[in-house]
């Protein structure tokens, strides 16, 4: 899908949107908020742990976002996302040294863990810390950039960068980055125990594969929130749950974030909820295959070559795999390693030139055998591709591999696993190829997209090392002029494409449905919105 594309159908989700919003509101102001209600949601499974700093797994949200708080966060109240729409959250105000390097934090006092223990820069200092510890958190490339966190006073903590990093901010505001209580650190992130925060909802019991339970906050520091008496999660597939909701059984067809990734899905609740409010948005990822450049777990062969990955890479279909995946182009859009919403994305059409598939596709099989034979395989190799057992990757997945075998004799086989025999495989390189999913990202800034790339990041599953790109990755994180930026990113984005450690087949436009009697649901670019689950209300 080209730029023009991609735009018309944001203007026309737009207006799709807004005119159930009219019909419900007509001319007249928003109402006031109600109190009470208990709001039911699902998600396709229970995650492996409940700390968010230490899986990518998007699906932890759901059930540790109504518990834990973030020193900072993206305006609830607002769409837009970016470094300029951070608002305060357990950190009350902060400061900026000139130098842009020092954050002071001035957390907000009188805040109570569930436990009735009080929040204090101690915990503030020990989340932070976990965040970028390597050793702990599957997201510490994110803030690779932080030297070191110190206590000022009970209630102060200052922040130290290694060097300037103009979206640090947004990095904190991240529902990754949780505030955890410090006196708990020994408590198992796989166990319920593990649930006390900070945040709107306490969680109160759960029936393991049937429902998590969690109840309104009393204490909660924001005054007056949440509005909701409590939520209820069910854990359960896409079809089933778009079933539930249709029944009358859910509030939101999946959760707060997630739901809607498929035609059938979309087209379902437009003919049984006709009143449905429906919210599509870039959801800040993409998808396609990773090579295990490095060879990890002994697995060395054909793909660590970039001849061949570029070969693999000439004969796919890239708007076909969005078909293949979604049912539709509403649905996604072909994307460099930089989201196309990201205004320093690179657009398609050049992309298709680094790639070499601004060609017939004929031209495109020609070439890509050329490749093949001086790389010494022109009768093909056999490899594994793994990949999660859901439609929406094992369709793009078939359609692909149905090419290499076509057109260039590589015989790939496909096995799709649960997520819990995935990760660890995912985790420790124990793969040939794999289609996956990048790590959940705002889409704000370029820097949030590269950074899963450089030699040292842990998201960057390829295990791929390029050194000029790294150098670049460096430079474009300590520059605030924006053209400069822009060159930087666009420099980086083509040597990225023309070594293709991960072939991106569709950068997916996720979405929800809820009914219209829930108010207070706002919907944002990428993996985020969850902030504004204290300020959700149901109509009675």
Excluded at 396 to 401: A, K, Q
Aim: proline share 7%; aromatic share 10%.
């Amino acid at each position: 899908m080209n730029r023009k594309v991609w735009k018309a159908f944001i203007v026309l989700t737009g207006v799709v949107l807004l005119i159930p919003m009219l019909a419900s509101y007509g001319a007249s102001a928003p109402p006031t908020p109600q109190r009470g209600g208990i709001l039911k949601m699902a998600d396709a499974f229970e995650p492996p742990v409940l700390n968010t700093m230490m899986t990518p797994s998007v699906t932890v949200f759901a059930y540790a976002t109504p518990v834990f708080n973030g020193l900072v966060m993206v305006d609830p109240t607002q769409e837009e996302v970016s470094v300029e729409k951070v608002v305060p959250s357990l950190a009350e105000k902060w400061e900026i040294s000139p130098d842009r390097k020092v954050y002071t934090f001035y957390l907000r006092k009188g805040v109570k863990f569930h436990d009735g223990r009080p929040f204090t820069a101690k915990d503030a200092k020990y989340s932070l810390e976990f965040f970028a510890d390597a050793k702990m958190s599957a997201l510490a490339g994110m803030v690779e950039m932080m030297e070191k966190v110190e206590i000022v006073d009970d209630y102060t903590i200052r922040v130290s960068l290694k060097y300037p990093h103009s979206p640090f901010l947004l990095y904190l505001s991240y529902p990754y980055c949780k505030m955890l209580p410090a006196h708990l650190a020994k408590v198992s992130a796989k166990s319920t125990d593990f649930l006390v925060g900070t945040g709107p909802f306490k969680f109160k019991s759960r029936i393991p594969g049937k429902v998590w339970v969690y109840e309104r906050n009393p204490d909660y520091f924001l005054k007056g929130l949440p509005y909701l008496d409590g939520v209820e999660i069910y854990p359960m597939k896409t079809g089933p749950m778009i079933d539930a909701f249709t029944a009358g059984r859910l509030h939101m067809a999946r959760s707060i974030r997630y739901g809607i990734d498929h035609k059938t899905s979309l087209d379902k609740l437009k003919k049984h909820v006709p009143e449905a409010i429906i919210k599509m948005k870039p959801v800040g990822v993409t998808r396609g295959v990773w090579f295990n450049v490095a060879g990890r777990q002994g697995r060395k062969g054909p793909w660590q070559d970039a001849r061949v990955r570029r070969a693999m890479a000439m004969v796919v279909d890239y708007p076909g795999t969005i078909l293949a995946g979604q049912g539709s182009l509403e649905l996604g859009v072909n994307s460099g390693v930089v989201p196309p919403y990201v205004p320093t994305g690179l657009q398609w059409k050049e992309i298709e030139k680094i790639l070499g598939i601004d060609k017939p596709m004929e031209e495109r099989i020609k070439e890509a055998r050329k490749l093949m034979k001086e790389a010494g395989y022109p009768d093909g190799f056999k490899a594994e591709l793994i990949l999660r057992n859901v439609s929406v990757y094992i369709h793009p997945t078939e359609f692909m591999i149905e090419s290499w075998r076509k057109n260039l004799k590589i015989l790939v086989e496909m096995k799709a696993l649960e997520y819990v025999l995935l990760a660890p495989r995912r985790d420790g390189g124990d793969f040939d190829l794999m289609y996956d999913g990048t790590t959940g990202r705002y889409g704000g800034t370029p820097e949030e997209t590269l950074a899963m790339y450089v030699s040292t990041a842990m998201e960057n599953r390829a295990h791929w090392s390029n050194q000029e790109y790294d150098k670049l990755y460096h430079s474009l994180v300590r520059e605030a002029e924006p053209k400069k930026r822009e060159e930087i990113s666009g420099k980086m984005q083509k040597i990225f494409l023309e070594e293709i450690p991960f072939l991106i087949s569709v950068a997916p436009v996720i979405g929800v449905a809820h009914r219209p009697s829930l108010h207070g649901h706002v919907m944002q670019a990428g993996h985020t919105g969850w902030a504004c689950m204290d300020r959700m209300w149901m109509e009675k």
